[in-house]
C-alpha cells in the first residue's frame, strides 16, 4: 500500500513538472493537474494536503538533486577552479534536464503562490551561493589564488551569471538551453576570476 501511496506522489509531482514544461507562462490548476495524473482532485489531495505541498514536494528534488552532487565535487575535486566549473556545469546541466524545474527556479510559475515558496527558492540559491564563497575562500590557503574582485563579489558574480542563464532557458520557452554557449563562457570566466597571490 505504501509503495502505491509513493508512486502516486512521484507521478503527480511528474506530472506537475511536465506541465511546468509544456505550459510556459500559464498558471497550473489543480483540476488540470488532476486531469493530466487521471485522478480526482479528491485524490490529488490525498496525496498532497495543498497545491504549496506539491512545489515543494518539487524543490525538495531540485534540492537533493544539486546538493547532494555539489557535496560530492567539493569531498572528490581538490582544484578549487574545477570545483566551481563544475558546481556551475552542474546547475546549467540540470536546468537543460528538467525545463519545468525552472520555472520554479526562476520563480516565474510562483506568481500567485504563497510566499513560503518564493523564500524557499532565495535559501536554495543563497545556499549555491554560500559554498562558492567556500570554494572560493579555500583557493588562497589551498592554492594560493585570490579572487579578482573579493570573495563575496566574486560569488555573486557567478551566480548573477547562473540565474541568467536559467532565466534565458525559461524566456526562450526552453528553445535556447541554459548550457548554450557555456564552454566559451567558462573559459573567458575562468581566465578572469582568480589572481596568483
Given at each position: 500500500?505504501?509503495?502505491?501511496k509513493?508512486?502516486?506522489?512521484?507521478?503527480?509531482?511528474?506530472a506537475?513538472?511536465?506541465?511546468?514544461?509544456?505550459?510556459?507562462?500559464?498558471?497550473?490548476?489543480?483540476?488540470?493537474?488532476?486531469?493530466?495524473?487521471?485522478?480526482?482532485?479528491?485524490?490529488?489531495?490525498?496525496?498532497?494536503p495543498?497545491?504549496?505541498?506539491?512545489f515543494?514536494g518539487?524543490?525538495?528534488?531540485?534540492?537533493?538533486?544539486?546538493?547532494?552532487?555539489?557535496h560530492?565535487?567539493?569531498?572528490?575535486e581538490?582544484?578549487?577552479?574545477?570545483?566551481?566549473?563544475?558546481?556551475?556545469?552542474?546547475?546549467?546541466?540540470f536546468?537543460?534536464s528538467?525545463?519545468?524545474?525552472?520555472?520554479?527556479?526562476?520563480?516565474?510559475a510562483?506568481?500567485?503562490?504563497?510566499?513560503?515558496l518564493?523564500?524557499?527558492?532565495?535559501?536554495?540559491?543563497d545556499?549555491?551561493?554560500?559554498?562558492l564563497?567556500?570554494?572560493?575562500?579555500?583557493?588562497?590557503?589551498?592554492?594560493?589564488?585570490?579572487?579578482?574582485?573579493?570573495?563575496?563579489p566574486c560569488?555573486?558574480?557567478?551566480?548573477a551569471?547562473?540565474?541568467?542563464?536559467?532565466?534565458?532557458?525559461?524566456?526562450s520557452?526552453?528553445?535556447?538551453?541554459a548550457?548554450?554557449n557555456?564552454?566559451e563562457?567558462?573559459a573567458?570566466?575562468?581566465?578572469?576570476?582568480?589572481?596568483?597571490?
Amino acid at each position: 500500500m505504501t509503495n502505491k501511496k509513493t508512486d502516486r506522489r512521484t507521478q503527480i509531482l511528474q506530472a506537475l513538472a511536465q506541465m511546468l514544461e509544456s505550459s510556459p507562462g500559464a498558471r497550473i490548476t489543480t483540476a488540470a493537474l488532476a486531469k493530466q495524473v487521471g485522478v480526482s482532485e479528491a485524490a490529488l489531495y490525498r496525496h498532497f494536503p495543498s497545491k504549496a505541498k506539491m512545489f515543494e514536494g518539487l524543490i525538495e528534488f531540485i534540492e537533493e538533486s544539486l546538493f547532494s552532487r555539489i557535496h560530492r565535487i567539493v569531498q572528490d575535486e581538490s582544484d578549487v577552479m574545477v570545483r566551481i566549473e563544475m558546481m556551475l556545469t552542474l546547475v546549467v546541466g540540470f536546468a537543460d534536464s528538467n525545463p519545468g524545474m525552472c520555472r520554479l527556479l526562476t520563480a516565474d510559475a510562483l506568481a500567485g503562490e504563497t510566499e513560503r515558496l518564493r523564500v524557499r527558492i532565495a535559501q536554495l540559491f543563497d545556499r549555491i551561493e554560500t559554498q562558492l564563497k567556500q570554494v572560493i575562500r579555500e583557493a588562497d590557503l589551498k592554492q594560493g589564488l585570490r579572487p579578482a574582485m573579493g570573495v563575496a563579489p566574486c560569488a555573486n558574480f557567478l551566480m548573477a551569471v547562473l540565474e541568467g542563464k536559467i532565466r534565458h532557458y525559461v524566456r526562450s520557452e526552453f528553445k535556447v538551453k541554459a548550457s548554450a554557449n557555456w564552454s566559451e563562457q567558462w573559459a573567458v570566466l575562468a581566465q578572469n576570476l582568480m589572481l596568483n597571490r
